[in-house]
């Protein structure tokens, strides 16, 4: 299947895969700075040479330690462009202002907020810079603000919204000129909002490549306990012996690839294994009744 987003007329040339930061710390024995100074050599060695990030992820720790990469080693620093996002405090003792999780998206904050990001990441600019969710408190022109202000001052290469819904999109676009380069939303087989909600046909139209967070579903394409996670994985299983015994990770990707909006596919593992075997997904062709045959596992029904 193709005929996809061609990426010549893009706004912004996001590739296939990005590297997301958000558990890079949260495992029981989080990992030391050479094994994700490795893990970061390794997606570069993959072909991914983006790094998603946020300035709230691992409670406000993650930037810091990706910075810390990248200021020590010149091929991460010059080969990785850096995807990061403001708009939302959690509380913490780094903000200790904040008594509960809220939104925050005025032009001070986020202007605040990536200057942060770029002393902790160690960067010029920032490659792609976004609100992280919509606040429904803060007026659009306001946020606008902040964000032209990024990109004239040379801060923000490329500027772009998370969780926004089309209209939100459309309204923020309008005031930045068309400026918006992305949408970062949640996609994999067992969340299809943006197939149905218009975000897909919004960036189409506007020649912007989405970004895809929890393409496994946040991990659930793989717990027994998830119905919906285990019919899809018996059903790509299935599938497996045509398409040269591909990775299920890998089999999933090229299911996100294979929409026309050809979202980039953020990975969320903390495993090199699986990120080597997952980029497998870019060199698969499902054939058409093949994803949809997914579709159908993940919805419990055949299309109507
Ligand atoms: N903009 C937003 O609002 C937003 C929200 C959420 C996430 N994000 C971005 O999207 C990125 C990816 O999200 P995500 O982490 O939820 O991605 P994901 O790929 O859906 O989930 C990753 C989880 O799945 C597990 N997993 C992967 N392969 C597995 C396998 N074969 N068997 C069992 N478990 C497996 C991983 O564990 P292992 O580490 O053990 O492999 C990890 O815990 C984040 O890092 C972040 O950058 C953005």
Known sequence: MSANNSNSSLRYDISDFAYGTWRILDEETPPAQDELTQRFHRCLDSGIDTIDTAEIYGSYRVEEAVGASLKSDDRLRSGFKVVTKAGIDVTSDEKNHARLPHYNATGENLVRCAEKSLRLLGVDAIDLFLVHRPDWLTHPEETARGLSQLLEDGKAKQVGVSNYTIHQFETLDQLLDGRLATN????????????????????????????????????????????????????????????????????????????????????????LERIESGIKGRSIALERQDWYAIWEAAKGYSVP
């Open 184 to 271: 970062q939303v949640e996609f994999s087989p067992l969340c299809m909002d943006p197939l149905y909600d218009g975000t897909f046909d919004q960036c189409i139209q506007k020649r912007v490549r989405p970004m895809a967070w929890s393409p496994l579903a946040g991990g659930s394409l793989f717990r027994d306990q998830d119905e919906a996670g285990k019919r899809v994985r018996d059903k790509i299983i299935e599938l497996l012996p045509k398409y040269d015994d591909a990775p299920i990770d890998a089999m999933v990707y090229a299911w996100i690839l294979a929409v026309p909006a050809n979202p980039t596919v953020i990975l969320g593992t903390n495993k």
